[in-house]
C-alpha cells in the first residue's frame, strides 16, 4: 500500500486527481467495489489497464499441482474477466471506452511455466471476444504483450527462486532477446498510454507485442 501511495501522491503533485485502493483480483466483490469507487470518486472510467499476473514453476506437466494451477487461472484469467465484467457497463453506458489486458510472449512460446502459458494464451482469445462484442459500444479492448521486461519483481523473482546472482540473470535474459538487451518499464509505458488514447482511436482486438522481437524467433 505504502508504494500505491507513493505513487499517487506523485501524481496529485503534477496536479493530477489521484486515488488508490487495494482489491484482490481474482474476487468479484472487489472488483465490483472497485469500479463503484472509481465511478463514485471520477464520474465515469474511460480507461481499464489490467496489469496483474502471477506464476508458477509448473515446468513438468505430470508434476503439476491442480491448486497452484487454479491459483494462475483465478489471477490472470477469471481476474481479467471479472473486473472487465464490471467496467462495460459502466464504458457502455457511456458509448465509450478502452481496456488494456496484459500479456506475455509466453503465451506463443514454449515456456516451463505451464499455467502462466496457457492462462495468458487464453487471455488473448477472451479479449479477441471482448473486442468484437464491443466494438458497437464503441469501447477498444487490446492485448500488451510482453517480453523480458528488467523490473525489481521479474529480476528478484528469479534471484530468490534461483539463487542466480542478479547481474547474471541480467545478462542471460538481454542475451535472449533479438535487440540484445530487455525492455524498462517505462518503455512498455508508453505503448499502453498510446493504446489507451485517441490516437489508437482505431485499434482494437490487437495483440501488440513490446518484447525487442523476442517473438519473431517463435514464427
Keep these: ?12 503533485k503534477e496536479g493530477l486527481d489521484a486515488e488508490c485502493v487495494t482489491a484482490d483480483i481474482s474476487n468479484e466483490a472487489d472488483c465490483a467495489a472497485l469500479v ?8 465515469r472510467i474511460d480507461i481499464l489497464h489490467n ?13 503439476i499441482d491442480k491448486s497452484a494451477w487454479d491459483n494462475v487461472f483465478n489471477v490472470n484469467l ?21 481496456i488494456t489486458h496484459v500479456s506475455s510472449v509466453a503465451a506463443i512460446a514454449s515456456s516451463p511455466l ?4 496457457t492462462s495468458k494464451a487464453a487471455l488473448h482469445a477472451f479479449v479477441r471476444w471482448l473486442a468484437f462484442e464491443n466494438a458497437p459500444h464503441n469501447i477498444r479492448c487490446n492485448v500488451l504483450m510482453l517480453g523480458l521486461i ?12 534461483t539463487g542466480t546472482p542478479r547481474e547474471t540473470l541480467r545478462k542471460e535474459r538481454d542475451a535472449r532477446v533479438p535487440m540484445g538487451r530487455m525492455g524498462t518499464a517505462w518503455e512498455t509505458a508508453k505503448v499502453a498510454v498510446f493504446l489507451a488514447s485517441d490516437e489508437a482511436s482505431y485499434l482494437t482486438g490487437a495483440v501488440i507485442p513490446v518484447d525487442g522481437g523476442l517473438h519473431t524467433r517463435v514464427g
Design 36 to 43: 463503484k469507487t472509481a465511478v463514485s470518486k471520477f464520474g
Design 114 to 117: 505451464i499455467a502462466y502459458k
Design 1 to 12: 500500500m505504502a508504494s500505491l501511495e507513493g505513487t499517487r501522491d506523485l501524481l496529485r
Design 51 to 63: 496489469n496483474v499476473g502471477i506464476a508458477s514453476l509448473d515446468v513438468d506437466t505430470a508434476k
Design 150 to 161: 528488467d523490473t525489481p519483481m521479474a529480476i528478484e523473482g528469479y534471484h530468490q527462486a
Design 78 to 98: 477469471d481476474g481479467a474477466m471479472l473486473i472487465s465484467k464490471h467496467v462495460l457497463p459502466v464504458m457502455r453506458s457511456q458509448k465509450s471506452g478502452s
